[in-house]
T-cell receptor, first 111, second 115 residues
């Protein structure tokens, strides 16, 4: 079945550092890929998405590129802020529209 | 646009009682709604998928008689935790999908504590 493997955390960074969270997937067909962010005590917010190979999703300085050849969708941000502290989930959606989530990566950014 | 609300945001109930959680799509009609459960510091576990006007489809290992799901309209789905026990304490999150879209819009979640 479909699955997502995500870099385990927690990740602790200083402000303005570079962030990368690795995500690889296993799926049949051509899934859509997503990154969601969850702030403490809240539900999930869509951060960015990509629906086909070589698409690049971007939002709020975060980027991820759908790489079919390596089945990856790594999340990157060049300069993080304290407000980026959250849990980040990689996810895919297959033909049944169900989302399969990675385990989540907790990111803490220190001033 | 694409806002999903949940009510209540937090609920505390006694063991043996039932609790209903509502999930509403506020500005769109949701073809499908999903219910997830999230344990502390863990990922989301899909519990069931519900389509308006039909019975919910439950994931393996989820008791359908314990977690009753009703999707009465294109904007409302409810999850009722029946005869709740302390092990049912968790964060329950719903999401909604528009027809022909892969994207799901998530509610803010409901924190259930069973004492």
């Amino acid at each position: 079945g479909d699955s997502v493997t995500q870099m385990e955390g927690p990740v602790t960074l200083s402000e303005e550092a570079f962030l990368t969270i690795n995500c690889t997937y296993t799926a049949t067909g051509y899934p859509s890929l997503f990154w969601y962010v969850q702030y403490p005590g809240e539900g999930l917010q869509l951060l960015l998405k990509a629906t086909k190979a070589d698409d690049k999703g971007s939002n709020k300085g975060f980027e991820a590129t759908y790489r079919k050849e390596t089945t990856s969708f790594h999340l990157e941000k060049g300069s993080v802020q304290v407000s980026d502290s959250a849990v980040y989930f990689c996810a895919l959606s297959g033909s049944d529209y169900k989302l399969s989530f990675g385990a989540g990566t907790t990111v803490t950014v220190r001033a | 646009g694409a806002v999903v609300s949940q009510h209540p945001s937090r609920v505390i109930c006694k063991s043996g009682t039932s609790v209903k959680i509502e999930c509403r799509s506020l500005d769109f009609q949701a073809t499908t709604m999903f219910w997830y459960r999230q344990f502390p510091k863990q990922s989301l576990m899909l519990m069931a998928t519900s389509n308006e006007g039909s019975k919910a489809t439950y994931e393996q290992g989820v008791e359908k008689d314990k977690f009753l799901i009703n999707h009465a309209s294109l904007t409302l789905s409810t999850l009722t935790v029946t005869s709740a026990h302390p092990e049912d304490s968790s964060f329950y999150i719903c999401s909604a999908r528009i027809a022909s879209s892969y994207e799901q819009y998530f509610g803010p979640g409901t924190r259930l504590t069973v004492t």
